[in-house]
């Protein structure tokens, strides 16, 4: 379904019309696809990898509104965003080619719900020992947005709950398996330092004032091989 869409978008098939950059990303996934058969790209897609999470995310429950199904079901654009940051990776080690994902749309586009299960699965899948994942925002009612929908599928998951060894308190979900957490922040607190992100998602990037947290959130990554920035918005008017 992925590999379906970079196709239709990259030559604005099937009569849907894409911006640039979507084309762009499109094209340059099918791009790679050919390149990873020579030795000097230093990359190769795995189907397992990208397959994961997508998987994964499609076994949570819908938990805002009313849905012809009880459990998610992922659009074309949500799993080529899925395939790409998952299944591209480094041939010297095998970690992910990505560190950093911006995805830029608009209003209603479940970017919150997308991002709340892919905090789940870096939280459980991801064999890292330890994972942090913070969920950070310009306020503490936006930083929920991706928290509180997370929380609400383990609370509603109890196969995935037991499975994973997750609990759930009123402001983290707890992995005793890994040791690993779930915690939204904000960037009014006193200090950011500190932190040990396996994952951070930076929610509605367009109305943080100045890039405080960006930066303290990005140089924390230092200590870990792996790590993830994730981050989601709507357009805004402040370039």
């Known amino acids: ?15 849907i019309r894409h911006c640039k950059y979507i084309r762009q990303a499109a094209q340059r996934h099918l791009d790679d696809l050919e390149r990873q058969k020579t030795r000097s790209f230093g990359y190769y897609f795995s189907e397992e990898d990208a397959q994961s999470p997508c998987w ?5 429950p819908h938990v805002e509104g ?20 998952f299944g591209w990776r480094n041939k010297s080690d095998d970690n992910r080619r990505f560190s ?13 719900t997308l991002s709340a299960g892919v905090a789940l699965y870096c939280l459980t899948m991801e064999n890292e020992v330890g994972p942090q994942v913070i969920c950070a925002a310009t306020t ?56 040990n992100p396996h994952l951070a998602i930076l929610d509605e990037l367009h109305a943080h004032p100045d890039r405080r947290l960006y930066d303290v ?15 989601i918005t709507t357009a805004g008017y402040n370039m």
């Open 217 to 231: 959130i990005r140089s924390a990554f230092g200590a870990r091989k792996n790590p993830l920035l994730w981050a």
């Open 140 to 195: 503490g009612e936006q930083a929920q947005k991706v928290f509180s929908p997370a929380r609400l599928m383990v609370d509603r998951s109890p196969d995935i709950r037991d499975a994973c060894g997750l609990e759930v308190f009123s402001k983290s979900i707890m992995s005793h398996q890994n040791g690993g957490y779930i915690q939204s922040i904000t960037s009014k607190g006193k200090t950011q330092d500190g932190w």
């Open 56 to 60: 994964f995310i499609e076994q949570l």
């Open 1 to 15: 379904r992925a590999l379906a869409f970079a196709k239709d978008a990259a030559g604005d098939r099937a009569g």
């Open 100 to 112: 950093t994902v911006y995805i830029e749309m608009a209003r209603k586009g479940a970017k919150s």
């Open 66 to 85: 009313s849905w012809a199904t009880k459990l998610l079901r992922l659009e074309p654009s949500q799993l080529f965003i899925l395939c790409c940051v």
